[in-house]
């Protein structure tokens, strides 16, 4: 059996190697169709790779409590925002009500964003793509920033209004390329801000946000800046990681009571944790894989209209040539293999040089653009498979058409 595959891989390369650009232009369909599942392939698990990492990162054993639903929805995800617009701001006395009444609460922390804000020195100036947050003494640990160099701002400072102000490292190289930053003074709409500290490199979440080019200042000096009346978002972080959910039910059961939401009411406030954020990028991400997929099938269908069709090709150039092993013994099965054989290896041959291209193509977007890239093993078994199935379906028409040829007649045809 093994010799009678042998011979059959043997003579299938030949034919391939007779018709090389008859051969060639068949893949195309299947090399781009499995190139195109590799590439997407590669960057989506690439993005869920760098999701987990940069989700894990924002602080161990914490949820969010916001007034705005969090992460990614499409359509609007039956959300009615013109109710959600209506509800009532969160505030710093939350925060403080949670800390203080939810036993299985370790800290928490409330923050605010100002964005697009330029930082200003006596020399430099940032770009108008800053983001200043105002938060609590607690905001570093419950959202796992550390300070590099200097410190963070302490609760005496936050108490007083001090603009002080701790520098993402993007904003320190940017204003203060020669010098330590801490003890430098910077300008935010005017108003100076002693440095104290600058936080450790973090990178972007998901390539999109960038947890470098932030500043933090005191809740109490941004609110006095940027408005008294804005709302915060609380970051609650539980004891440990087992402790989370109850620490969950408490937060939700003492915010319920604090707005007056009634026994049958719905939330009018969002809990989202690291995971659930993660988990709506995930879904967006399956949602591309199968659209993903849909290409694919199309372009395997090409590719598959194509082997159909080289193959009847190549059985009608061949007819003779199969009249003559037939009259010298070949049986029908044998026929058969050895035109299906064809068939899968010139699929797999495509399918091969498409997971080529598509490796070719990750690396050269994780080198070339940064992009974060991981080819799963997984989609190089379903190309290979689907690669191989597409080849078998396709050729079996030819190969048993082929095989029924009567010996004679075949042996007639010129």
Not at 33 to 45: F, S
Not at 261 to 279: C, I, L, R
């Amino acid at each position: 059996m093994i010799g009678v595959l042998v011979d059959n891989l043997r003579l299938a390369f030949g034919t391939f190697l007779a018709h090389p650009l008859r051969t060639l232009l068949t893949l195309l369909g299947i090399v781009i169709g499995v190139a195109t599942v590799m590439t997407m392939m590669a960057l989506l698990e690439g993005l869920r790779m760098k999701v987990n990492k940069d989700f894990g990162q924002l602080g161990a054993n914490v949820f969010r409590i916001d007034k705005w639903p969090q992460g990614f929805r499409f359509g609007g995800g039956g959300i009615d925002w013109n109710k959600i617009s209506r509800r009532k701001r969160l505030t710093v006395e939350d925060k403080v009500a949670i800390s203080e009444q939810c036993p299985s609460v370790l800290r928490t922390s409330a923050s605010s964003w100002q964005p697009g804000e330029v930082l200003r020195t006596a020399m430099s100036e940032t770009g108008r793509d800053v983001f200043v947050i105002g938060a609590t003494v607690e905001y570093p640990e419950t959202s796992g920033i550390t300070i590099a160099s200097g410190r963070a701002f302490n609760e005496g400072e936050e108490v007083d209004g001090r603009r002080v102000a701790v520098l993402g490292p993007d904003v320190a190289d940017k204003l203060f390329p020669s010098l330590d930053p801490v003890g430098q003074t910077v300008r935010i709409r005017g108003r100076p801000y002693t440095v104290v500290g600058v936080m450790e490199r973090r990178g972007k979440v998901m390539g999109l946000f960038n947890m470098d080019n932030q500043v933090l200042v005191p809740m109490s000096t941004f609110l006095g800046q940027f408005g008294l009346r804005r709302g915060v978002s609380i970051s609650v972080e539980a004891l440990d990681q087992s402790g989370v959910a109850a620490a969950m039910d408490e937060a939700t059961r003492l915010m319920r009571q604090r707005r007056d939401v009634g026994p049958t009411a719905d939330n009018d406030f969002e809990v989202s944790t690291n995971e659930t954020m993660a988990k709506s990028l995930n879904e967006l991400s399956n949602v591309v894989t199968a659209a993903t997929f849909g290409v694919c099938i199309l372009s395997l269908l090409v590719g598959g209209i194509g082997i159909l069709n080289i193959m009847l090709v190549s059985v009608t150039e061949r007819t003779r040539e199969i009249g003559i092993r037939k009259a010298l013994g070949a049986k029908k099965h044998r026929i058969l293999l050895q035109f299906a054989t064809e068939a899968v290896v010139l699929s797999l041959v495509g399918g091969v040089l498409g997971i080529a291209i598509g490796f070719g193509l990750a690396a050269l977007g994780r080198w070339t653009f940064g992009l974060y890239t991981a080819v799963p093993v997984w989609a190089v078994a379903v190309s290979l498979l689907m690669s191989s199935g597409v080849g078998l379906v396709f050729g079996i028409y030819p190969a048993a058409r082929a095989a029924k040829l009567d010996p004679i007649e075949a042996m007639r045809a010129e």
